[in-house]
């Protein structure tokens, strides 16, 4: 039976880009996306034009109810991901002196309650079968610091802990997982940053692309990986 790879956000962007890629890879794609039908319909075509299946799977990974009735029905029939990439994420940015309650709980509830909502309903499947990969796309922003992203980095930092307590977790049965973290990468989440000044940081003194991230998780999800666990992997042209 082909492996399955499943990824949250995965309608553009990075979440996009993995996808395209893991269907390059052999992989059948169950693609996650909360409102972008047709930019959705667009990666779903790409994927079943390298000869994959594309299984669109639309809910808000925020909803846990939402995730377990989509998710549930195609694990319980023994369709169990390989791979689960928790993807989504987006930014609402203010300085916390005026950072509402609003601007504060969406953006931990997009990447934390949707890393739990998610995971939750594959990762008893992936430890019964003693195999599987869960790959969390954080940010520098996690550990760097940005103005008016109180929110967005606390909400990464707490996917660094999670992926290295779960890897402690569930090693023994063969589930490995790992944390990747994007710098500057080109997509719409660099809208309205000063990028002028926010290169002068990186070392490379450019921004990445989407096919950076996407590559390492192709190798994460390789064969080539199986003895990496609990890490996180930064992808950011030698920003400290």
């Known amino acids: 039976m082909d492996e399955i790879a499943f990824?949250?956000?995965a309608s553009k962007?990075?979440?996009a880009?993995?996808?395209r890629a893991l269907a390059r890879d052999g992989f059948d794609i169950w693609l996650n996306y909360r409102s972008s039908d047709e930019e959705a319909g667009k990666v779903k075509s790409d994927i079943e034009a390298l000869g994959r299946r594309c299984t669109l799977l639309k809910f808000d990974v925020t909803d846990y109810e939402a995730a377990r009735d989509a998710l549930s029905p195609l694990v319980s029939s023994g369709q169990v991901?390989?791979?689960a990439i928790n993807n989504a994420g987006f930014r609402k940015d203010n300085l916390?002196?005026?950072l509402s309650a609003e601007e504060w709980k969406s953006v931990i509830d997009v990447s934390l309650d949707g890393f739990f909502n998610v995971t939750k309903q594959v990762l008893p499947y992936m430890m019964q079968r003693r195999k599987g990969r869960v790959i969390n796309i954080t940010s520098a922003a996690a550990h760097i610091g940005v103005v008016g992203q109180t929110n967005y980095s606390a909400a990464k930092a707490g996917l660094f802990g999670?992926?290295?307590s779960l890897a402690e977790e569930v090693a023994k049965r063969n589930v490995l997982v790992n944390a990747v973290a994007p710098g500057f990468i080109q997509t719409e989440i660099l809208d309205g940053l000063p990028m002028e000044e926010l290169l002068k940081t990186v070392p490379l003194g450019k921004v990445g692309t989407v096919e950076d991230v996407a590559e390492m998780v192709s190798f994460l999800c390789s064969d080539k990986a199986g003895y990496i666990t609990g890490q996180v992997i930064h992808i950011?042209?030698?920003l400290c």
């Open 13 to 15: 962007g990075i979440g």
């Open 96 to 98: 916390l002196a005026w």
């Open 17 to 19: 880009a993995i996808a």
């Open 7 to 9: 990824i949250t956000g």
């Open 81 to 83: 991901p390989f791979a």
């Open 162 to 164: 999670a992926t290295r």
């Open 236 to 238: 950011n042209g030698g």
